[in-house]
């Protein structure tokens, strides 16, 4: 009788288990129905998301533009976002584990609608980014006035979509109305102090739009290394970079990374840097640098950019004509900041020229002086030049046509301070803190 009652007991647990599963894969499920997308970066202007979803299946996807868009097909920026994007919300697509798993869905559709067919221009400061998402069942629309607000909302898109535990995609009745809080939000690298292959910095670029960054603050040259190569002075480089041939950028290399920021609605802003940080410049330009003296003779060292000579200004003047055209941005960054005088104190020539020009003993008025001229030759080829702090600081050395300039083309000053933040002074003297 124990047996029996034994035997009866397993017998019954055996046929009431799966009845638990099937409960327990029942509330499992509807956990899963209240999954909601909070994980969207930066945080949308207005964001709601409902628990309500939709399933997405990769060969049931589609992008598609509205018959009322400015862009239509063959738009160079939003077909190489369709592609890229595709791959981004369905990363598995195609492989194997994923094959076996699938089930074609419903089709859904990601109709897009922009106000200004922009696709063969360049993203710059005054571009609109705000964009407005709504998804819902089997379709999601996307609005914005120009391109580069469409690819922010793509980014969005593909932020909101997201797998269960068995791989099958989801994405949630949502709502959202964006636009950027800050209009320059970049990241800086120094590729002259630490060379970077192009594919490393076409991946930063990849990065900078998962985070809906649009400058790319390109430190091109600096003491260490000049590794642009320029068509007008090719000696920069083939003496000035870390080597001649493997830590250079060529031309095609600069396009490149200019188109692959272009797509992703990045500006790319470069940054050659003087009077000071110039060491490298050097080596390819002779007379370029000021000869330091010691006890009256030259010491065969060198230091700033020489602002006496006429010579200095005719060659930044045909270097800056090469930079203006190949980078297109209409931005162009000429530092001035970090000017060690005690070279230019040294140089008789340098004392001499400054009390022609009655600076008396002020180096911060011969840095004035060249950096107006350089600004001058910049503005002549309709470049907007943005300066380190340093320069903002003379200001009450130059004269007020210089700084008028400054403020009446909105030039964005940003300080890197020595604890690694990034401090941006916008225009409602707002402070954008990005910590790197």
Not at 102 to 129: A, H, M, Q
Not at 276 to 287: A, I, L, P, V
Not at 313 to 324: D, G, H, I, R, T
């Amino acid at each position: 009788m124990a047996d029996m009652e034994v035997m009866d007991m397993v017998t019954s647990r055996r046929y009431t288990r799966p009845n638990f599963n099937l409960l327990l894969l029942t509330i499992l499920q509807l956990g899963l129905n209240l999954h909601t997308v909070e994980g969207v970066w930066p945080l949308p202007q207005t964001f709601t998301s409902s628990t309500e979803r939709y399933p997405l299946s990769p060969q049931a996807f589609y992008f598609g533009y509205g018959s009322q868009s400015a862009a239509q097909q063959g738009c160079s920026v939003l077909d190489a976002a369709f592609k890229r994007y595709f791959s981004l919300i369905f990363p598995d697509y195609l492989s194997a584990s994923y094959v076996l798993q699938f089930n074609e869905g419903k089709p859904f559709t990601l109709e897009i609608c922009v106000e200004r067919d922009d696709c063969d221009s360049y993203p710059n400061e005054d571009s609109s980014e705000r964009y407005n998402l709504s998804v819902s069942a089997g379709q999601a629309s996307l609005n914005a006035e120009t391109v580069w607000g469409a690819v922010r909302g793509l980014e969005t898109f593909s932020q909101l979509v997201y797998q269960d535990d068995f791989g099958s995609y989801f994405v949630n009745k949502t709502e959202i109305e964006d636009f950027p809080r800050f209009q320059f939000r970049g990241i800086l690298l120094d590729t002259s102090r630490h060379y970077l292959p192009v594919q490393a910095i076409l991946k930063t670029l990849d990065a900078m739009a998962y985070s809906k960054f649009n400058v790319f603050h390109w430190h091109i040259v600096d003491d260490p290394s000049f590794p642009y190569q320029s068509r007008t002075f090719p000696d920069l480089s083939s003496k000035g970079a870390f080597h001649p041939m493997t830590h250079i950028y060529t031309q095609s290399d600069v396009k490149r990374v200019i188109s692959h920021a272009r797509l992703r609605g990045i500006r790319v802003l470069p940054e050659f840097d003087s009077p000071g940080h110039t060491k490298s410049w050097g080596k390819g330009q002779s007379d370029l640098l000021t000869p330091c003296y010691k006890a009256g003779t030259p010491s065969g060292t060198f230091g700033p950019v020489n602002p006496t000579l006429p010579s200095t200004y005719k060659f930044m003047a045909s270097l800056f004509q090469e930079v203006s055209s190949v980078f297109p941005d209409s931005y162009i960054h000429l530092g001035g900041d970090e000017v060690d005088f005690t070279c230019w104190r040294s140089n008789p020539d340098v004392r001499a020229f400054m009390q022609k020009m009655g600076f008396g003993g002020d180096f911060t008025k011969l840095e004035a002086f060249y950096m107006e001229s350089i600004m001058n030759i910049t503005s002549a080829l309709n470049k907007t030049s943005i300066v380190w702090q340093d320069v903002f600081d003379y200001h009450e050395r130059v004269s007020m046509n210089f700084v008028s300039f400054l403020l009446q083309h909105h030039h964005v000053f940003v300080r890197f301070d020595c604890n690694a933040w990034f401090r941006n002074y916008t225009a409602s003297n707002e402070e954008f803190f990005v910590k790197v």
